[in-house]
């Protein structure tokens, strides 16, 4: 399974995170070396993520989070100016993990065999619940914080235009009908996702099911033959 995907945080994937708190932070008491640096910050987002997961965004304390990541809080404070600045990182990791999903998923051959592959990291994995139940908390997050609002609407922005020329491009391979309205194609299987998302979040033993909920619904919205 990829953590890129659905799993916790990896240092390759931190290198924004550090750029921005970089940033917004003096650098005293961080680590000179990069390496160092991207560790510890990874550390730090993997145990905001865990807390987060069990306790949600606002129920979980600093010192809550230092536990879980084994640093001190001193050390988070080096890195993050607070914890909404650990819950935005959050989920702009999130976002990439998602833009990346789509990416991938619209770069196969759209077979059943490619597609259900991809949503088994996601609905057959312990790790891929947990980003359910994340994707729940950023939600509703973005219901309470403008900062957030704003976020998510731009990423959603940017997301369907990358799937429109996703569509596009297997248009032009010939994998799907030139018939077939890029923007209709869009709605209506992130619909779907965003339904099946929401039903794993209560049960999460029902992942085979929903897998192949999802590629029917995916086969017939792409005109795709059996």
Not at 16 to 42: C, F, H, L, Y
Not at 68 to 80: E, L
Not at 115 to 136: M, Y
Request: proline residues 4%; glycine residues 8%.
């Amino acid at each position: 399974m990829s953590t890129a995907l659905t799993g916790a945080v990896d240092a390759t994937a931190v290198q924004g995170v550090i750029m921005k708190s970089d940033a917004s932070k003096p650098s005293r008491g961080r680590p000179v070396n990069e390496q160092a640096r991207e560790e510890r910050t990874t550390r730090i987002l993997n145990g905001a993520r865990s807390c987060f997961i069990q306790r949600g965004f606002h129920a979980s304390s600093i010192s809550e989070i230092s536990a879980a990541a084994g640093v001190s809080v001193a050390n988070i404070y080096q890195y993050f100016p607070g914890k909404e600045a650990l819950i935005i990182a959050l989920i702009e990791l999130d976002l990439q993990r998602h833009h990346l999903l789509i990416s991938r998923f619209w770069g196969s051959d759209f077979s059943r065999k490619a597609i259900e592959g991809l949503l088994a990291d996601i609905f057959l994995t312990p790790e891929g619940h947990a980003v359910a139940v994340l994707r729940a908390e950023i939600a509703s997050e973005g219901a309470r914080n403008p900062h957030v609002a704003k976020l998510l609407r731009d990423s959603e922005s940017g997301l369907v235009d990358s799937v429109h020329g996703e569509i596009r491009a297997a248009q032009r391979r010939g994998q799907i009908s030139d018939e077939l309205d890029p923007g209709a194609v869009t709605e209506r299987l992130s619909l779907v996702f965003e339904g099946l998302m929401r039903l794993y979040l209560f049960s999460p033993t029902a992942g085979k099911k929903l897998i192949k909920q999802y590629y029917r619904q995916f086969a017939d919205t792409l005109r795709l033959k059996p």
